[in-house]
């Protein structure tokens, strides 16, 4: 079974701070995967999407890294703000066509003064 | 580009009333959208997913009946929940798939509306 877990569930982490979110999975195969944020009452929005042959990429303070191999993804946050405060989710989607992604339960960042 | 709206973005009924819920994708065509469901500090829940001019394809312990999706063009799908109860009060949300002219991770990604917030009292 697809499956997504990240960690950790939740993280309270003070202004200015960095912080790094887990995510391992068992899909496969694999196709790539993304992470998105939402925001309390809104729909989750794109920040990094990574390949199979992707190792690292950046969007602003964001870094993301996959590790194809043992099946592992972070989530890097780099002097954290306070918007940065939302649910961070990970999403694996399969190869082979079109077939159904595979969410995980997401970290509830919250960024404090 | 590769905007998703959704309206209303939020909406309060009364038990036993039907409730419509549109999806748009602004400025790219769909061919395929998505209907999610999300409780409170739970994941998206995958509810059914729909082609255009065909029936939706629905999850298992998903009432096809109870929520009617129709996707009649590439860029609009529509989900109406039929006779609402308070249990169905929930966070909804659509997302749209690029169709077949756009490069691969626009073709494979799933661009989110901003969701809809249903309460039913």
């Known amino acids: 079974k697809n499956q997504v877990e990240q960690s950790p569930q939740s993280l309270i982490i003070l202004e200015g701070k960095n912080c790094t979110l887990q995510c391992n999975y068992t899909v496969s195969p694999f196709s790539n995967l993304r992470w998105y944020k939402q925001d309390t009452g809104r729909g989750p929005v794109s920040l990094t999407i990574m390949t199979f042959s992707e190792n690292t990429k950046s969007n602003g303070r964001y870094t993301a890294t996959l590790d194809a191999d043992t099946k592992q993804s972070s989530l890097h946050i780099t002097a954290s703000q306070l918007s940065d405060s939302a649910s961070y989710i990970c999403?694996?989607?399969?190869?082979?066509?079109?077939?159904?992604?595979?969410f995980g339960t997401g970290t509830k960042l919250q960024v404090i003064p | 580009g590769a905007v998703v709206s959704q309206h209303p973005s939020w909406v309060i009924c009364k038990s036993g009333t039907s409730v419509k819920i549109e999806c748009r994708s602004l400025d790219f065509q769909a061919t395929t959208m998505f209907w999610y469901r999300q409780f409170p500090k739970q994941s998206l829940m995958l509810m059914a997913t729909?082609?255009?001019?065909?029936?939706?394809?629905?999850e298992q312990g998903v009432e096809k009946d109870k929520f009617l999706i129709n996707h009649a063009s590439l860029t609009l799908s529509t989900l109406t929940v039929t006779s609402a109860h308070p249990e169905d009060s929930s966070f909804y949300i659509c997302?749209?798939?690029?169709?077949?002219?756009?490069?691969?991770?626009?073709?494979?990604?799933?661009?989110f509306g901003p969701g809809t917030r249903l309460t039913v009292l």
């Open positions: 729909s082609n255009e001019g065909s029936k939706a394809t629905y």
């Open positions: 997302s749209a798939r690029g169709g077949v002219f756009g490069s691969w991770l626009f073709h494979n990604e799933q661009f």
């Open positions: 999403v694996v989607n399969p190869s082979g066509g079109y077939q159904k992604v595979t």
